[in-house]
């Protein structure tokens, strides 16, 4: 585990406002930055198109829609860096209203 190293979160990172964010942080974040998408080939993508600015962004699948995916990210979180320092809650949803309350309080550890 690097606890000492801060770490900064962008879901929904793979394009737009999200990347945008990742790029400014990868330049004055001191510390690692995690940029999520959904899709893990537009992830990577989005990744080494700022690897190609000198820039050095770790990638992580995140589907914010998810519970396993996100459980996914938080062990990952806790592992690496035993928590999150800064979450960019970028990444949007969409949902049909008849559906809403599939995810109750408590569903989330």
Excluded at 15 to 30: E, H, N, S
Excluded at 78 to 83: H, K, L, S
Aim: glycine residues 10%; charged residues 25%; hydrophobic residues 45%.
């Amino acid at each position: 585990m690097s606890s000492h190293i801060r770490v900064a979160l962008v879901t929904g990172a793979n394009k737009g406002i999200g990347f945008a964010i990742v790029r400014d942080l990868c330049r004055q974040f001191f510390g690692d930055v995690v940029l999520t998408a959904r899709d893990e080939a537009r992830g990577r993508a989005a990744v080494q198109r700022l690897q190609a600015e000198g820039l050095s962004p770790r990638f992580h699948l995140l589907d914010i829609d998810d519970l396993q995916s996100i459980r996914a990210m938080r062990d990952f979180l806790r592992e690496e860096y035993g928590g999150l320092d800064v979450l960019v809650n970028n990444a949007g949803i969409a949902f049909d209203s008849k559906n809403v309350g599939t995810l109750r309080p408590g569903d989330l550890p």
